[in-house]
């Protein structure tokens, strides 16, 4: 008798359910949606296909297919979506919630649970549906997830975390306030059972020195104990890496995926070629957080894109000269500009060497903005030579095959109807993904970032314009 995989039987469970409720339509307790007539791209990387059409009943997808040959649904509500374009919400594969207010950064001061979903909130507006939270969370995140999955259909991004990375004693990572560091193989094989019994959905290690201001790294005899425990666990490793050196190491070890790209030179063919040959993608090449490194003023302050999503008080401290002036005097600062360069050209050479890779933007800590760093980080995987169909299959059908928890990413009957709804075709020009219509999370609407005004007056921030 042929085995059936408990992932694949998951999946079939769901489509059984999701054709059962197409079929019996109409029932009391059923809501079912129709968005017709529009052009739809799936999140598996095949080209857009037009005058579609996209069933939802009780938040989840239930059929996809043209116009012409959609079923008969009792008692659907239809939405006519002519000229619009439809594509499976976002998903930033490297985010850290709760850990700031406006520009300030504390985890003591900022960490709560009303910080967090309302992070998650703005999220949803910017069109980003899920995220990843990469290890700099405290327990309140497990209760916070636990309530998402249990209630199903919510209004906010959903969550899945890394719950307290590990941090080498006195080395690179983490943040202050949040205990997480480990001195020996055995300390770290013990924190990796202790978080992942919580609940944690993978593990994160950093390995970097900051430009050398650290005086170590994580040693490998460490980043080897977390691996290891972490795949005897049932979950995948994920690392903060800097060096060429300790990416090719960390492939070697049998590292799942890599956060951030190699910065200090390019990524060339025996690193790419080990890491197709041994499975490890990259899955964040996080690019928006290296460009802003590169101003002392972000060049986007003014545009109502962003502006809607912060506070004025925080646009007025981005402005200040007397923070672009202690931006200028850090003796980083002219070290980022080759750094943004090395890591543009790393992801071109893993995409050309068939190296998997997603999208995310390590968006969340100070001056690293929620939901709209995911549209820069989209705009700059294009710079670097992806095409925007590529840039998109990443940031949707990528990201979520990374995580089997994850069931949404991809138009399928089946999956969860988070959906982003844009006036423009984002694979013409990536910056259409900002041209966004209508954002749907578990088949609902939820508002908008050109319905939203953060900081002020519903109606302060002026007439939207997408």
């Known amino acids: 008798m042929r085995r059936i995989r408990p992932a694949r039987a998951r999946a079939m469970i769901r489509v059984g359910v999701a054709l059962v409720a197409l079929c019996l339509g109409g029932g009391a307790a059923a809501e079912t949606v129709v968005l017709d007539h529009v052009t739809l791209f799936d999140g598996t990387g095949s080209a857009p296909r037009a005058d579609q059409a996209l069933v939802m009943t009780d938040g989840r997808i239930t059929w996809v297919g043209p116009s012409g040959r959609r079923p008969i649904t009792a008692d659907a509500t239809i939405t006519d979506l002519r000229g619009k374009f439809l594509m499976p919400g976002l998903i930033d594969s490297h985010v850290h919630l709760g850990l700031v207010d406006g520009v300030d950064q504390s985890f003591t001061k900022y960490y709560d ?16 549906t899920s995220v990843y939270t990469l290890g700099t969370d405290g327990d309140l995140i497990h209760q916070v997830i636990a309530d998402q999955r249990r209630v199903g259909r919510i209004e906010t991004a959903r969550a899945y975390t890394a719950g307290r990375g590990v941090v080498y004693k006195d080395s690179y990572g983490g943040v202050p306030g949040l205990e997480q560091s480990v001195a020996t193989p055995a300390e770290a094989t013990a924190m990796v059972e202790r978080e992942t019994a919580k609940g944690d959905d993978f593990v994160k290690l950093w390995m970097d020195d900051e430009f050398g201001t650290v005086a170590k790294r ?10 290891d425990a972490a795949h005897k666990a049932g979950k995948k490793a994920a690392a903060h890496i800097f060096y060429y050196d300790n990416a090719a190491e960390l492939t070697r070890e049998g ?8 910065r200090d030179r390019v990524a060339d063919p025996a690193l790419t070629a080990a890491m197709k040959r041994r ?10 957080r290296e460009a802003s490194f590169t101003y002392t003023l972000l060049p986007f302050v003014d545009e109502p894109f962003f502006a809607r999503g912060v506070a004025p008080s925080t646009i007025a401290t981005l402005k200040s000269q007397e923070r672009q002036q202690k931006l200028a005097a850090s003796p980083l600062f002219p070290k980022y500009p080759p750094v943004l360069r090395n890591a543009m050209a790393s992801l071109a050479a893993e995409a050309k060497a068939g190296v998997r890779y997603g999208m995310g933007t390590d968006s969340g800590p100070t001056a690293r903005f929620p939901g709209y760093f995911a549209h820069w980080e989209l705009e700059l995987m294009v710079k670097a030579g992806l095409t925007p169909l590529q840039a998109l299959t990443a940031a949707t059908g990528t990201n979520a095959s990374f995580l089997r928890e994850n069931e949404s990413g991809v138009l399928k009957p089946g999956k969860w109807a988070d959906l982003l709804v844009l006036d423009r075709d984002p694979t013409r020009d990536i910056r259409n993904t900002r041209a966004i219509s209508a954002v749907y999370v578990a088949g609902r609407k939820v508002p908008t970032i050109w319905e939203t005004c953060v900081g002020r007056a519903a109606d302060a921030c002026g007439a939207a314009k997408p």
Request: proline share 2%; charged share 10%.
């Open 218 to 227: 994580m040693p490998y005899a460490v980043s080897t104990a977390v691996i």
């Open 255 to 262: 590292i799942d995926v890599f956060m951030h790209q190699v």
């Open 113 to 128: 649970r009303a910080n967090v979903e309302e992070q998650l909130k703005l999220y949803a507006a910017y069109g980003v």
């Open 279 to 288: 499975g490890t993608w990259q899955l964040a090449s996080t690019l928006s």
